[in-house]
């Protein structure tokens, strides 16, 4: 008895010291309505372990090894507040005082760290863990018994008046543990009733949590035996809708054991949810830092060089270096661990040879922080299931895009895409927002409701340009100069991709001869370095490179402002159909400046330069010419690596073919661009 006085009276003192006492009081406040009578008051308390393990060591050690316990430690004291202090008159008995634990931390040990890829689970003791996981599936918001009032049904009972059988809801504990029809009084073995007008109800969501390793069975990675279950997550109250799809999260919660006849299954219930942010260390290899140092005379090389040699592994360097570039680009947008700031760079390739292109796009998705191929089999955006926890409600599963939420979402070939499937990526692209129908009475609700998730990830996919053409034909069949088929893709898809990258080689059999050798000599070579060690840049060096550039944060110069503005306006008035309306979209400015960003963080600069402008400009005109094309800009087809890059020769001949291009640019925007004289000067 004197020791739980002794931890009564620590406890009294940690909610003095800690500003406990004053915020129930503050509390008590809004439930001194006279109009409002419940028979449960809940309040949630902030526990600091550390300050309570300084403060009294059994206290602290009965919180996180014995969370009931220490609850009804903190219940008792907070209703002699309550009646000594006179905040609520209502309350009559320590059992209608419902007190949660809100921890603020664990102890950074190995006992309090749950690692969701463990088995088996469900044997240690029953106390507060750390966890953190992905957010794959979630239900609507339902409600739950918080708290009842029971009264003897003997009249000359005691217990048939007052607040003496009041029942609250318990960690794994279900609906049927908190209310139902067979509860007993102990003083006289009459059947209970529930007082119905007593009930306080509560909000519920249930969220299905997995290892984030488990996205590798997703992405490009090898296939290993490793099978992942998910962790069924409870989240009641102020904590319901606090997680989103697609997100990581770091989560506190107490497992508990649900029963529910004649199956157990084993959950957790959330006590404090907060986003979670893996730790990466930011450094570029050596090769790079040389090649950074190397380059610095122009704005140009370091990109160049970087772009050439990417994805030496698939083809050889110098092919498809503009959709190299391209690749990098997506790749420096992303951002899985803040997916808000994600500025969204799709890509789609046309070419040939699908294969080698795919087999490209397959090697850069597995350098992106999170990357999702989309099978043809599964979901692309979100499904449907009945809660199997005794909600019934609608569980709503993660597609593929909501999977690959701050990175990169690899679709495919799209030749294999039904029209309906088409629409639906071309309908995401447009509004990034995927939607799910969900039928009320299907799943015990009064109405049907439309659920709306935003999609943050960027989508790559590619198409065959020598297939045959949905395109409708045009009446005079004319053919504009530049474009190109589209193969299966229709029109208003590609125009949805904004970053469209036609795969052309002008060596045409010599490159086809360069990939053949590259191919073979990888067959019969394997491991062995196949070019100089100039172009010898590991998979490493780039996700170092990569993770590095993600987390530059970026400004626009004044120069690039001015030619990102005047090319926009000069285009739209160039491009302008009197029957069709602009034919330069107004995501055409978002596509430039996120293009020119990306360009500055590849270089690894902080300050966006005209430079970085000349080549979003360049890749955003081939992709309105290969769509509609070409206008009074009139520049060659891959304009960002109009030569070999074999020497240092090849770098000042790009250089000087790129400054010509800009002043192309520049002449366009003056003879072009509504006021373009106001910024431009003739010179």
């Given at each position: 008895m004197d020791d739980v006085l002794s931890l009564k009276e620590s406890v009294l003192y940690y909610l003095d010291r800690s500003g406990g006492l004053l915020k129930l009081a503050e509390d008590c406040e809004t439930f001194n309505d006279p109009q409002q009578s419940e028979a449960v008051y809940r309040f949630c308390i902030s526990v600091n372990p550390s300050d309570l393990v300084e403060l009294d060591p059994v206290l602290g050690d009965c919180v996180l090894h014995s969370p009931l316990k220490a609850t009804a430690l903190f219940q008792s004291v907070c209703f002699l507040s309550i009646k000594t202090l006179s905040l609520i008159e209502k309350i009559h008995t320590e059992n209608q005082v419902n007190v949660i634990l809100k921890l603020t931390h664990l102890p950074p040990f190995p006992e309090y760290c749950l690692d969701l890829c463990e088995f088996p689970r469900g044997y240690g003791p029953m106390r507060p863990v750390a966890m953190e996981g992905l957010v794959i599936a979630m239900t609507r918001v339902t409600k739950y018994t918080q708290g009842a009032r029971f009264l003897c049904t003997e009249d000359g009972c005691p217990c048939s008046t007052g607040f003496h059988h009041i029942r609250v809801h318990a960690p794994g504990a279900t609906e049927s543990a908190t209310v139902r029809r067979d509860f007993t009084c102990p003083l006289c073995s009459s059947p209970l009733k529930e007082d119905v007008k007593f009930r306080v109800l509560g909000d519920k969501q249930l969220v299905e949590l997995i290892h984030v390793r488990a996205l590798a069975v997703l992405s490009v990675h090898p296939h290993s035996s490793l099978r992942y279950q998910s962790v069924s997550l409870f989240l009641r109250d102020e904590l319901c809708n606090s997680m989103r799809i697609g997100r990581l999260y770091r989560v506190l919660g107490i497992p508990a054991h649900v029963h529910q006849w004649p199956k157990v299954t084993w959950s957790v219930e959330a006590n404090s949810v907060q986003p979670w942010k893996p730790v990466y260390t930011h450094k570029i290899s050596t090769n790079f830092q040389a090649l950074l140092t190397a380059t610095a005379c122009s704005p140009w090389r370091f990109s160049a060089v970087v772009a050439n040699s990417f994805g030496s592994a698939v083809v050889p360097p110098g092919l498809y270096?503009?959709?190299?570039?391209?690749?990098?680009?997506?790749?420096?947008?992303?951002?899985?661990?803040?997916?808000?700031?994600?500025?969204?760079?799709?890509?789609?390739?046309?070419?040939?040879?699908?294969?080698?292109?795919?087999?490209?796009?397959?090697?850069?998705?597995?350098?992106?922080?999170?990357?999702?191929?989309?099978?043809?089999?599964?979901?692309m955006f979100a499904s449907l299931s009945r809660d199997e926890h005794g909600?019934?409600?609608?569980?709503?599963?993660?597609?593929?895009?909501?999977l690959a939420t701050g990175g990169i979402c690899m679709l495919g070939d799209l030749g294999g895409y039904r029209r309906d499937k088409m629409d639906a990526v071309q309908s995401a692209l447009e509004s990034r927002v995927a939607s799910v129908f969900v039928p009320?009475?299907?799943?015990?609700?009064?109405?049907?409701?439309?659920?709306?998730?935003?999609?943050?990830?960027?989508?790559?996919?590619?198409?065959?340009?020598?297939?045959?053409?949905?395109r409708p034909t045009r009446g005079d069949s004319s053919v504009l100069l530049g474009t190109v088929e589209m193969g299966p893709v229709p029109m208003q898809l590609a125009e949805a991709f904004g970053l469209v990258i036609q795969c052309r080689e002008?060596?045409?059999?010599?490159?086809?001869?360069?990939?053949?050798?590259?191919?073979?000599?990888?067959?019969?070579?394997?491991?062995?370095?196949?070019?100089?060690?100039?172009?010898?840049?590991?998979?490493?060096?780039?996700?170092?490179?990569?993770?590095?550039?993600?987390?530059?944060?970026?400004?626009?110069?004044?120069?690039?402002?001015?030619?990102?503005?005047?090319?926009?306006?000069?285009?739209?008035?160039?491009?302008?159909?009197?029957?069709?309306?602009?034919?330069v979209s107004v995501a055409s400015i978002k596509l430039l400046i996120s293009l020119a960003e990306a360009h500055s963080k590849l270089s690894l600069r902080s300050r966006v330069l005209e430079e970085d402008a000349v080549i979003a400009v360049l890749l955003c005109e081939n992709a309105i010419t290969l769509r509609h094309g070409t206008s009074a800009l009139v520049i060659p087809p891959d304009a960002a690596f109009p030569c070999d890059l074999g020497d240092l020769e090849a770098l000042q001949q790009r250089d000087v073919a790129l400054q010509r291009l800009h002043q192309d640019i520049l002449h366009f925007i003056y003879a072009h661009a509504p006021g373009a004289d106001s910024y431009i000067t003739e010179e």
């Open positions: 270096s503009t959709l190299k570039l391209g690749l990098l680009l997506s790749l420096v947008q992303t951002r899985s661990e803040e997916p808000d700031s994600l500025q969204c760079l799709d890509l789609m390739a046309l070419t040939t040879d699908t294969l080698i292109i795919e087999r490209l796009m397959t090697y850069s998705l597995g350098l992106a922080g999170r990357g999702v191929r989309h099978q043809a089999t599964g979901e909600a019934g409600t609608a569980n709503v599963h993660a597609g593929s895009a909501l009320g009475k299907k799943y015990g609700e009064d109405a049907a409701q439309t659920l709306s998730f935003p999609l943050q990830c960027s989508f790559w996919a590619l198409a065959d340009s020598t297939a045959p053409s949905r002008a060596g045409g059999e010599q490159a086809l001869l360069a990939q053949t050798v590259h191919t073979l000599r990888q067959a019969v070579q394997p491991g062995e370095p196949l070019y100089p060690s100039c172009m010898q840049f590991t998979t490493q060096d780039y996700q170092e490179l990569l993770a590095l550039a993600q987390t530059l944060q970026v400004e626009m110069s004044p120069g690039a402002e001015k030619m990102i503005h005047g090319y926009y306006m000069a285009s739209r008035r160039v491009r302008s159909d009197t029957a069709l309306g602009a034919k």
